[in-house]
């Protein structure tokens, strides 16, 4: 599914931790270890700081190459340190320029909704516009990254995907993009139907449960398990019940569906759903 990936690190207990859940994805071929080194202003000089910097990050990511590498002797590992006046940008910026497919970031304790307003590296990431695909893991999920934990949420993270869905391209595109992982579990389509109990609500029900039905058909065809499930309510709110209530390892939602995320708008179903789940949450980008 995500042969290279990028895993941006600030050589925290916490990115030393992920390392272990980095080294356990299915399908990765390739980690690129980034190091961005925030620029600044100093009386020394700008190339001196950066050049000390770039000095002291090299020893360290040698160390989590090397960690990487015991874990997962198959893993091709690569180092790079970065540059830039924006850490996020940073990360987008290497992103485009290695072609990796995926980057997988901690979501901070707090929220990537709490970290909009903060302005923090997660919430930039989710909410700038780029073409790279993003795997949030749940502070909570680091924290504990042992056992069980580690078994659900690391080889096994594409045992159980909730793929939401509005029936927009970009959520066909993040179902299409579920399938087509190797030996998936189960894929659990959600759609989520605005309103109440009324006669209107009770048929768009009807008329969504029939186009989601339709959708597992065409996974089941390519031989994967699926399950519909339609509700009503408030979206964000009915996938994180939903995640939790079918114990799925990871959601796997389209940043772009009906109604374009832009930057900084608080109240998306993506923002929403980062900020509450539990669960990984994977934000696949549209390639529209």
């Known amino acids: 599914m995500f042969e290279k990936v990028l895993f941006p690190t600030d050589f925290s207990e916490r990115a030393d931790i992920m390392l272990d859940c980095v080294a356990g994805m299915p ?13 600044t202003l100093h009386p020394m000089g700008a190339d001196v700081v950066d050049t000390f910097a770039r000095q002291a990050a090299g020893p360290v990511l040698e160390q989590a190459k090397h960690y990487l590498r015991s874990l997962n002797p198959e893993i091709n590992v690569t180092l790079t340190t970065a540059v830039a006046s924006d850490i996020a940008e940073g990360i987008l910026a290497t992103a485009e320029k290695t072609g990796a497919g995926l980057i997988v970031i901690t979501a901070r304790a707090k929220g990537v909704k709490a970290g909009v307003l903060l302005g923090s590296v997660p919430s930039t990431l989710l909410c700038r516009n780029n073409r790279t695909n993003i795997l949030f893991m749940r502070h909570r999920i680091v924290e504990n990254l042992s056992g069980i934990t580690y078994q659900k949420f690391c080889p096994s993270l594409f ?14 595109h993040a179902t299409a993009l579920a399938g087509s992982v190797k030996g998936i579990g189960e894929v659990i389509i959600l759609h989520v139907a605005p309103g109440g109990t009324g006669s209107g609500d009770a048929e768009m029900v009807q008329a969504a449960q029939a186009k989601v039905s339709e959708a597992c058909r065409g996974l089941a065809a390519q031989g994967i398990r699926c399950r519909a499930i339609v509700t009503a309510g408030n979206p964000a709110e009915e996938i994180v019940r939903a995640a939790e209530e079918q114990d799925v390892s990871v959601i ?21 759903v980062a900020t509450n789940s539990t669960r990984p949450v994977l934000v696949v980008r549209s390639k529209q």
């Open 27 to 39: 399908g990765v071929r390739e980690v690129i270890l980034l190091h961005v080194i925030k620029e």
């Open 159 to 172: 045992h159980r995907i909730l793929c939401p869905t509005d029936f927009s391209a970009f959520s066909d």
């Open 252 to 272: 796997c939602i389209s940043s772009f569906g009906k109604g374009c995320l832009h930057d900084f708008v608080l109240g998306s179903t993506v923002q929403d």
